[in-house]
């Protein structure tokens, strides 16, 4: 889901371990954080979980727009990763 997009899949759509071990662990830490967020019982347990996933989200952006080995897939992973940041900030805000 993460790889292919990203240009980190071989050319026949398989991930190598290092690869496929990123990509979990990310998931990972997104869904610990996800869960924290859902959890929190407190309006400051909740802005620190959702500042954690907008700083998550936003250095997944600068990182893979500067470091991906293909430019269209720079982009559109600094878009998405991004955007996803954007969304939590502003759902953050509205939750305020």
């Known amino acids: 889901m993460l790889a292919k997009p990203c240009g980190l899949s071989e050319p026949d759509g398989s991930v190598s371990a290092p690869t496929g071990l990123l990509v979990r662990a990310m998931g990972a830490r997104d869904t610990a954080i ?3 967020m859902l959890l ?10 959702a500042a954690c996933r907008i700083a998550s989200d936003l250095s997944d952006a600068a990182l893979f727009g500067a470091f991906l080995p293909d430019v269209a897939a720079r982009k559109k992973a ?3 990763a991004g955007g996803w940041g954007l969304l939590c900030a502003l759902a953050a805000w509205a939750a305020d």
């Open 40 to 49: 929190a019982k407190t309006p400051s347990a909740s802005r620190t979980a």
């Open 78 to 80: 600094a878009a998405v």
């Open 34 to 36: 996800g869960t924290a």
